[in-house]
């Protein structure tokens, strides 16, 4: 009896340590792709980087040189338009389902809604927008690149500024209603100020997940090889080119994948770690 | 001395506190009542109904959004399903002259989804298989076993590793993944295991499933991690110190206090998992090989819905073409929506009543 005891003792012993070296195993075997990553990305980019990249368009192949330029300042302009789109009517979602629609079955309705629309493929979307937008305005264009990428950001702004909003305590806006001020003005002066740190934290991280989608825009936006800013073109955007350079059979092409990459990661972790920063300081400062 | 077997020990999950801050039931009617009567009091009642209805407005347009993609789809992919109908899905066509299936012929006009929903079935299946147990590992280590001063680095660089694109995962694979298999992994997979026919050898290029898989698996781990360990954390604490305080190692406490009650929650997670990886693209067209065909091969080239979608449909040749692009479109729209409502409501299950983090 004892020394099955002591056996089983054992046993259970081994078990909880061959657990938690499993555990342990899992997390380096994660850690290290993301590292691997990383650190080639890094090298690769920084050996490919210099100042033509950002100042050059596109040249033929067989030519060695040339940038990105065009791609840089036309992903800019499509995310500016997306988040002209997606950021508004995102915002205002949020308010409805934290201010006007609490506990009704309409919010719970949207705030679903809302989460499913994030998980459709960013394909699909793609051709969606396509459907949507390119085939009735007749051709390929910035605008219709911005629509799917507004599209993909207001569910993301839209949840996040719900749980921003629902962090406001009911006492700030009664203090508002009591002193007389419109409801219109309590809402946006008062409660969406107070949680104005966190709702801009979960539009750049709406930003920053559209940023790097190639996806929806290569049957909008297009691509495009020299210089455009005109909405109404197809635009070049630095994902879709490092897509198109990546899958090219020459050396110079892949170097400018690489660099592009890297220029797109050190936006992408920005933002990520702006977030982050502001999150841990404390979302809702100087609230309660 | 008595035994304790623990594994025969039933928690019920105990109430979690409501938030009270977040739900107007739990204000008192007084408190209502007031707050209703200083919202009347205002003489501003039209631009306070006008702000909410603009507020109403925006949030119906997500719904609108939703029905807008769908009846598109469904529209614009009329052509195709009336010319092939549900055969699409599971039919293919026998080639007159080599009496060999053909499932993708644009030329010809024949087209069926058949090697592309194979395609995206193998390799999100191996995705899973090669991270869930990764996944889980990572959150039982950073919620019950982590150094308080190595828990917020880890979790970091696993939301990172949520937030590189697509395309970059692609590039990454295209240029160090696949010839890592293509020079090491696939030669000895082929010798080991070649005889049970999982493992062929007639592509040399390192493309092909496997590729797609392990791409897939990496990027669906943060999202598969970071869910598990929110509901990880929604089990009480009550639950893991009674546990210990029976005499369990660790280990017990987290198979039986923790994971035990989180299952649910564990399983929503990695549905939630397979939906973004039915749904992934630019990295899986970049290594897949896209060739439309069924092999048992892991090694072998394939194409998934969303990879044909992405190659073929700028330059589609015919409207049928298109259509077939479309429904093929519709199907991952109506797959991925049943997948994330199923998954969402696991999740909800498990984690309603605590507080909910931003990500």
């Not at chain 2, 696993?158 to 590189?164: F, Q, S």
């Not at chain 2, 293509?182 to 050898?201: A, M, Q, S, V, Y």
């Amino acid at each position: 009896m004892r020394t099955e005891h002591t056996f089983r003792a054992k046993i259970r012993a081994l078990t909880d340590g061959a657990a938690t070296g499993l555990a342990v195993l899992a997390t380096v075997l994660v850690v290290a792709p993301l590292v691997a990553i990383f650190v080639y990305l890094v090298y690769r980019g920084a050996v490919s980087l210099n100042w033509a990249f950002f100042t050059r368009n596109p040249v033929p192949v067989g030519e060695s040189g040339g940038g990105m330029a065009n791609s840089i300042v036309g992903s800019a302009i499509l995310l500016g338009v997306g988040s002209l789109i997606g950021i508004p009517i995102g915002i205002a979602g949020g308010v409805f389902l934290a201010e006007f629609g609490r506990g009704t079955k309409l919010a719970n309705a949207i705030r679903f809604t809302a989460d499913v629309l994030n998980g459709v493929p960013s394909i699909v979307m793609g051709i969606a927008v396509y459907s949507l937008v390119v085939v009735p305005q007749g051709h390929f264009s910035a605008f219709s690149g911005g629509v799917a990428l507004g599209i993909m950001m207001i569910p993301t702004v839209c949840r996040t500024t719900e749980e921003m909003l629902l962090m406001v305590p009911n006492a700030v806006r009664e203090a508002a209603l009591a002193l007389g001020v419109p409801n219109w003005r309590s809402v946006l002066a008062i409660t969406v100020r107070t949680a104005s740190a966190g709702i801009i934290t979960g539009c750049m991280l709406a930003f920053a997940r559209v940023a790097g989608e190639t996806a929806p825009l290569i049957f909008t936006a297009f691509g495009n090889v020299g210089w455009s800013e005109k909405l109404s073109e197809p635009i070049a955007a630095l994902p879709m080119q490092i897509w198109v350079y990546a899958t090219s059979p020459y050396d110079e092409w892949h170097r400018l994948a690489w660099a592009g990459a890297l220029v797109l990661i050190v936006l992408i972790v920005l933002a990520v770690s702006l977030v982050r920063y502001v999150t841990s300081r404390g979302v809702l400062k100087g609230a309660s | 001395m008595p035994e304790i077997h623990l594994s025969q020990l039933q928690f019920e999950p105990e109430p979690v506190p409501q938030n009270g801050n977040c739900h107007l039931e739990t204000v008192s009617s007084e408190a209502a009542q007031v707050r209703e009567y200083l919202l009347s009091r205002g003489n501003s009642a039209i631009a306070d109904r006008g702000f909410r209805w603009l507020m109403v407005l925006c949030a119906l347009s997500i719904f609108g959004i939703v029905v807008l993609i769908a009846t598109e789809l469904v529209v614009r992919s009329k052509l195709a399903w009336g010319q092939f109908g549900l055969d699409f899905f599971y039919r293919a066509y026998t080639d007159t002259f080599t009496h060999k299936p053909m499932y993708w012929d644009p030329v010809n006009g024949h087209f069926s989804a058949l090697p592309f929903l194979y395609g995206t079935l193998v390799s999100s299946f191996l995705a899973l298989l090669l991270a869930v147990p990764l996944a889980i590992g990572v959150a039982v280590f950073l919620t019950e076993m982590c150094p308080r001063a190595l828990r917020a680095p880890l979790a970091f660089i696993t939301e990172l590793l949520a937030a590189i694109p697509s395309v970059i995962y692609g590039l990454w694979a295209v240029f160090v993944l696949v010839p890592l298999l293509r020079e090491h992994l696939n030669p000895w997979l082929i010798k080991g295991f070649g005889w049970t026919g999982f493992f062929g050898d007639d592509n040399p290029t390192g493309l092909g499933f496997l590729a797609a898989g392990i791409i897939l698996a990496i990027m669906i781990l943060p999202i598969i991690s970071s869910l598990t360990r929110e509901v990880m954390t929604a089990v009480p604490r009550s639950q893991r110190e009674a546990v210990l305080a029976l005499g369990a190692t660790r280990w017990e406490m987290i198979r039986v206090g923790v994971l035990r009650n989180a299952r649910i929650g564990i399983v929503g997670a990695i549905i939630l998992g397979l939906g973004r990886a039915l749904g992934e693209t630019m990295a899986v067209a970049m290594v897949i090989g896209n060739n439309p065909q069924i092999q048992r091969s892991l090694l072998a080239n394939g194409s998934t819905m969303s990879a044909v979608i992405a190659n073929e449909f700028a330059e589609a040749s015919s409207d049928l073409h298109l259509s077939a692009l479309m429904e093929l479109g519709l199907a991952l729209f109506i797959v991925t929506i049943i997948v994330n409502a199923f998954a969402r409501m696991l999740v909800w299950m498990v984690t309603r009543g605590t507080p909910s983090s931003v990500h």
